[in-house]
């Protein structure tokens, strides 16, 4: 059974960093695309970082050069790298696979196989 928990979630002030990651079991973890979407109450979810099987990242404008996503097919983990948060940042945060290498502007139109339970991050102002 495939599993994917997030952690590293939190509340922090403006300006300030955090990592989320993602532990994944139960696939074969590096062959799959991996990414980041958040969710505000009461908007669509947004499709936030992308890493496909050879390691290319993808990013939604919002975030390009404030957050890096990564993974480490060892540990079968993926992270999100969360630098110069925004109140805007505030969300929850869901890790989700797909379970074939799926181009990051289908994946984030919820080519999704799998998702978290997702990780709440406030960042105040």
């Known amino acids: 059974q495939v599993q994917l928990v997030e952690s590293g979630g939190g509340s922090v002030q403006a300006g300030g960093s955090l990592r989320l990651s993602c532990a994944a079991s139960?696939?074969?973890?590096?062959?799959?695309?991996m990414g980041w979407f958040r969710r505000v109450p009461g908007k669509e979810r947004e499709g936030v970082a992308h890493?496909?099987?050879?390691?290319?990242?993808t990013y939604t404008d919002s975030v390009k050069g404030r957050f890096t996503v990564s993974k480490d097919n060892a540990q079968n983990s993926l992270y999100l790298q969360m630098n110069s948060l925004k109140p805007e940042d505030t969300a929850m945060y869901f890790c989700?696979?797909?379970?074939?290498?799926?181009?990051?502007?289908?994946?984030?139109?919820?080519?999704?196989?799998?998702w978290g339970k997702g990780t709440q991050v406030t960042v105040s102002s």
């Open positions: 139960g696939y074969t973890y590096s062959t799959f695309s």
């Open positions: 890493i496909d099987s050879d390691g290319m990242t």
């Open positions: 989700a696979a797909a379970s074939t290498n799926v181009p990051a502007w289908l994946f984030w139109r919820g080519r999704v196989t799998y």
